[in-house]
C-alpha cells in the first residue's frame, strides 16, 4: 500500500503563491511518474503536472503552464508543486497521485494511488 498526504494549502489572494508537498510513505515511489490534479466544484478532475521519476522530464497543463512548477525529492519521498501568479481561476482542491509507471500520464486513468487532497483558494 502507498499513502500520499497532501499539505499547503489554504487561501492567498490573486497574484500570490504556494507550495504544496506531497508526502508518500508505505512502498517506495522513486521508480513512479507523479502526478497533480485538481477539480473544483462541479467540475471534473483534471491533470495540472506531473513529473518522471528521474525528474528528468515535466510535464504540465496549458493552464499552468510557466506559473507552476512539480518537483520531486526521492530521498524524501515528497512531490511538490510551487504555485506562482496564482488565479482565481487555480480554486480547486489539488490532488497528488503515483503514476503507474515511469512515464507520466496526463489522465486519470494513469494513476492508481491518490491523496485525500487540499484546498486552493485563491481571491480576487
Known amino acids: 500500500q502507498v499513502q500520499l498526504v497532501e499539505s499547503g494549502g489554504g487561501l492567498v489572494q490573486a497574484g500570490g503563491s504556494l507550495r504544496l508537498s506531497c508526502a508518500a510513505s508505505?512502498?517506495?515511489?522513486?521508480?513512479?511518474?507523479m502526478g497533480w490534479f485538481r477539480q473544483a466544484p462541479g467540475k471534473e478532475r483534471e491533470f495540472v503536472a506531473a513529473?518522471?521519476?528521474?525528474?528528468?522530464?515535466?510535464y504540465y497543463a496549458d493552464s499552468v503552464k510557466g506559473r507552476f512548477t512539480i518537483s520531486r525529492d526521492n530521498a524524501k519521498n515528497t512531490v511538490y508543486l510551487q504555485m506562482n501568479s496564482l488565479k482565481p481561476e487555480d480554486t480547486a482542491v489539488y490532488y497528488c497521485?503515483?503514476?503507474?509507471?515511469?512515464?507520466?500520464?496526463?489522465?486519470?486513468?494513469?494513476?492508481?494511488?491518490w491523496g485525500q487532497g487540499t484546498q486552493v483558494t485563491v481571491s480576487s
Open positions: 513529473i518522471r521519476w528521474s525528474a528528468s522530464t515535466t
Open positions: 508505505g512502498r517506495t515511489f522513486s521508480r513512479n511518474a
Open positions: 497521485a503515483r503514476g503507474l509507471t515511469v512515464l507520466p500520464g496526463t489522465a486519470t486513468k494513469d494513476y492508481d494511488y
